[in-house]
C-alpha cells in the first residue's frame, strides 16, 4: 500500500505552518492519523506535534554561525545538506511510516525553493520511488486577491512551483478568516481570464496590453486559476480543503482511515495556530 504526503509550500507567511497545526487538530478531532514533517531548518516554535525534524540533521542557526552564512543563504545551504543526505537521514525517518501513513511537510517559504532551484524536485521524485503519493499544497495569503496584479503574480509564483514539480497541486487561499468582505474573493477563486485581463488593462498603461494578454493565456492554458477557500476558524471549510486534497492523493481508495490512538504521544493537545482567530474575526 501506497504512504500519502502533503507537501504543503508557498510564500514566506502564507500561513503553511498554521495551516499544519490547524491540520492536526481537525485530524485529530475526526479521528484520523496524521504526521507533521518539520521541512523548515529555521523554524523555532511549533504549533503541533513534530513527528521528523529536519533541524536534527541540519539547523539554519548552526550553519549561519559555522559557514558565516545569512539567513537565505544558510536555508538554501540547509536544503542542498538534506538532498545529499536523502537515502541515509529521511528514509531511515520515515521507515518507522508504512503502509497508508499520512504526512505532512511544513516546507520553508524560501519562493526559489518551488521556482528554479531543483532540490524538492529531487527530493519529491525520491519520495515517489519509496512509494509515496504525493500532492503539493500552494498557499497563497487572501490578501493577494485584493487587486488583479498581485493575484496573476500569485498565479505566476504557483504556476512555477506546478511545473517544476509536476505534482497532483491544491491551490489554497488563506486567512480567509481575515478577509472583511468573502464576496470581493470570490470572483478569483474560479475567475474568468477575460475579466481579470480587463481589469489589469484597466489599471496599467495601454503599452502593457499584449504583455498582460500573454500573460492571462499562460495561467489560462495551464488552467491554474483555481483556488480553494481556507478559513481556519470554520471546521467546515477545513473540511472541504482536505476532502479535495485527499482525492488528488487518491487518499482512502485503496486505503483505511486510520483511528487514531487515543493515547498519543503528544499529551495535552495544542492550541490553534498561534493567533487568537475570534480576535481576528472581530477586527474585521
Ligand atoms: N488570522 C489568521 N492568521 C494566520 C492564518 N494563517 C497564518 N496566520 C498568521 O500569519 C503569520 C504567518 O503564519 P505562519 O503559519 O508562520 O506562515 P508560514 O507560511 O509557515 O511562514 P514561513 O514558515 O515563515 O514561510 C502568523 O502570525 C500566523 O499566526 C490564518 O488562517 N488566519
Ligand atoms: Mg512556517
Given amino acids: 500500500m501506497p504512504r500519502y504526503a502533503q507537501l504543503v509550500i508557498g510564500p514566506a507567511g502564507s500561513g503553511k505552518s498554521t495551516y499544519c497545526a490547524n491540520l492536526y487538530q481537525h485530524c485529530q478531532s475526526i479521528g484520523r492519523v496524521v504526521h507533521i514533517v518539520n521541512f523548515d531548518p529555521a523554524a523555532e516554535n511549533f504549533e503541533y506535534p513534530v513527528s521528523v525534524d529536519i533541524r536534527e540533521l541540519v539547523s539554519l542557526e548552526d550553519v549561519m554561525e559555522e559557514l558565516k552564512l ?92 506546478m511545473v517544476q514539480l509536476e505534482l497532483p497541486h491544491v491551490n489554497i487561499l488563506s486567512k480567509m478568516d481575515l478577509c472583511p468582505n468573502k464576496k470581493d474573493i470570490e470572483r478569483f477563486l474560479d475567475p474568468d481570464v477575460q475579466m481579470l485581463l480587463a481589469d489589469l488593462n484597466r489599471h496599467m498603461p495601454p503599452s502593457f496590453m499584449k504583455l498582460n494578454r500573454a500573460i492571462a493565456h499562460l495561467v489560462d492554458d495551464y488552467s491554474l486559476v483555481n483556488f480553494l477557500p481556507l478559513d481556519i476558524t470554520d471546521e467546515e471549510s477545513f473540511q472541504y480543503v482536505l476532502s479535495h486534497i485527499d482525492m488528488a492523493l487518491q487518499f482512502g481508495e485503496d486505503a483505511e482511515v486510520k483511528i487514531r490512538d487515543q493515547d498519543a504521544d503528544f499529551g495535552g493537545g495544542t492550541e490553534a495556530g498561534g493567533y487568537n482567530s475570534d480576535d481576528a474575526v472581530d477586527d474585521v
Avoid at 511510516?97 to 521524485?125: A, K, M
Avoid at 509515496?132 to 498581485?150: E, G, P, R, T
Fill in 70 to 161: 545569512g539567513p537565505n543563504g544558510g536555508l538554501m545551504y540547509c536544503m542542498e545538506y538534506m538532498e545529499e543526505n536523502l537515502d541515509e537521514w529521511l528514509h531511515e525517518e520515515l521507515d518507522d511510516y508504512i503502509d497508508d501513513d499520512y504526512l505532512v511537510f511544513d516546507c520553508p517559504g524560501q519562493i526559489e525553493l518551488y521556482s528554479h532551484v531543483p532540490i524538492l524536485r529531487t527530493f519529491v521524485d525520491q519520495l515517489k520511488r519509496w512509494d509515496f503519493n504525493i500532492c503539493a499544497v500552494y498557499l497563497l495569503d487572501a490578501q493577494f486577491a485584493s487587486d488583479v496584479a498581485k493575484f496573476i503574480s500569485g498565479c505566476m509564483a504557483s504556476l512555477s512551483a
